[in-house]
């Protein structure tokens, strides 16, 4: 009674265990590869999936997403015999699980060494200074050939950068003294530029300042003047609005005249004509004025000593 419950047991387990390698689950985004007798018969896509137990097995179990791979830094030799160190990282997709496994052993370390052979190929007909600055170009031409030689490998490359670019030591600190003289030369230009418009628009603005101080200055004195010959326009018209003689009117001009000379900027007396009869007449009167007062003063006087006989 105890081996039939034995073997019962044991045939629970083995059901058990073929149930088991019966039914696979395949996670989405991934494929397996069957076997059968060693032999390739069918790949396995994502979901609930029936195979032959004990006869098919799993070879190979393929994750179907785009993967990174970082490759270590390589020695490669440019076209001006420098060595550089270059960090490269590959970006790739399985796009047939059947040949991803059948076609090549390792498609991990065949990418790497197709990535370096043709990183050496691509640098080398190139100087240090066009490796450093062509990024872009390298990774399209390394791109192009990666991409045309893994593709029986069912293997998509999608994109390839390049981390890093280390050159020499001793040219890493030539190219940082040449960029150090670089910026000092540039800060010098623009120090200088500053200095050069500041001194211009310095210049500049006192020029200007000065054009409208003399504007200013020449408006003033010209108010100035305008005023002063209307205010003695203004007085002579009055005097002639008045029927003023002559000898008033000497006389008034006579007492302007300080006030006319006193401006700096009165180069320019207005003379009416009639100042001249007025002045004649002026001078005709005081010249009458000094005689009569001669006369009224000591007529008597004159007469007796003209009449006396000098006096030895």
């Known amino acids: 009674m105890s081996s039939i419950i034995i073997v019962l047991i044991i045939l629970v387990v083995l059901v058990f265990i073929a149930l088991i390698k019966t039914i696979q689950v395949i996670p989405q985004a991934s494929a397996a590869i069957v076997e059968r007798f060693g032999r390739y018969t069918r790949t396995l896509n994502a979901g609930l999936n029936i195979v032959v137990p004990f006869i098919d097995s799993i070879r190979n179990r393929i994750d179907l997403r785009e993967q990174v791979v ?35 052993a390792s498609y991990i370390q065949a990418i790497e060494q ?28 390394l791109r192009g050939v990666l991409d045309e030689a893994t593709g029986k490998w069912g293997i998509r490359v999608n994109r390839v950068e390049l981390k890093a670019i280390e050159p020499p030591t001793s040219i890493q600190d030539s190219m940082e003294k040449q960029m150090r003289a670089d910026r000092d030369k540039r800060a010098a230009i623009l120090t200088a530029e500053g200095i050069r418009q500041s001194q211009i628009l310095t210049a500049e603005g006192e020029k200007q300042s000065a054009i409208l101080r003399a504007e200013g200055e020449a408006k003033a004195a010209a108010l100035r003047a305008e005023g002063e010959a209307q205010a003695i326009r203004t007085v002579f018209e009055s005097i ?73």
């Open 70 to 104: 970082p490759f270590p830094p390589q020695p490669v030799i440019t076209q001006d015999n420098l060595v550089v160190n270059i960090d490269t990282v590959i970006y790739y997709q399985v796009t047939d699980a059947r040949a991803a496994t059948y076609e090549v």
């Open 114 to 141: 197709l990535t370096v052979t043709t990183l050496r190929n691509i640098i080398g007909g190139m100087d240090l200074e066009r490796t450093l600055t062509s990024r872009e170009e390298i990774n399209a031409a």
């Open 240 to 312: 002639h609005a008045g029927d003023a003689d002559q000898k008033l009117l000497a006389y008034q001009y006579l007492q302007m005249l300080p006030k006319i000379a006193e401006g700096d900027a009165n180069k320019l007396w207005i003379v009416p004509s009639e100042i001249g009869d007025a002045l004649k007449g002026l001078s005709g009167a005081m010249g009458n004025f000094g005689p009569l007062g001669g006369n009224s003063g000591g007529s008597g006087g004159g007469k007796e000593r003209r009449e006396q006989p000098p006096i030895d």
